[in-house]
């Protein structure tokens, strides 16, 4: 049987591979909504866009909510047990979890809000557009973390080879 440190390795380079996928799944998950749904919805009248929102939004929170939880904890489980291990690409990998937490810290700080006043419709109608603007400059500044937070982590799994 091999020894118990070669196991936790082989492990802790798992984690780091997951934790690329998942930030490649966010990261391209950002990016669609970013192309696709921001541009279908600001072609929205402000009534029907609160419509389509009240009616679908809990579907974009039930995709969104557990791709960005998995993709912040898998990094954040790669940085952490690349610190510990000593790994020679533990800085990136640090430093992809500083973006990919930053991505997330930014629900809290906009997008919670913002979301639940598009699904309640309590946003007045003559702000929808300007609020669909802000919207969408912070979701472009968090698919940007995603991305740097991506390139991060696939420059960390290809130098630890």
Request: proline share 4%.
């Amino acid at each position: 049987m091999g020894e118990p440190g070669a196991a936790l390795s082989v492990i802790f380079e798992v984690v780091r591979f997951l934790s690329v996928a998942s930030l490649g799944f966010f990261a391209g998950g950002m990016l669609t909504e970013g192309c696709v749904l921001v541009p279908y919805w600001r072609s929205l009248k402000p009534a029907e866009f609160l419509s389509w929102y009240a009616a679908h939004g809990y579907r974009l929170q039930s995709f969104f909510g557990p791709l960005t939880y998995v993709a912040g904890l898998l990094t954040l489980g790669a940085a952490l047990s690349s610190l510990w291990e000593g790994h020679p690409s533990r800085w990136l990998i640090l430093l992809a979890a500083v973006f990919m937490l930053a991505a997330v810290a930014t629900f809290f700080l906009y997008f919670g809000k913002a979301n639940a006043s598009f699904a309640k419709a309590s946003l007045p109608v003559d702000q929808v557009a300007a609020e669909l603007t802000r919207w969408a400059g912070w979701h472009w500044w968090r698919t940007g973390l995603s991305f740097v937070a991506l390139g991060a982590a696939l420059l960390a799994l290809c130098l630890s080879k």
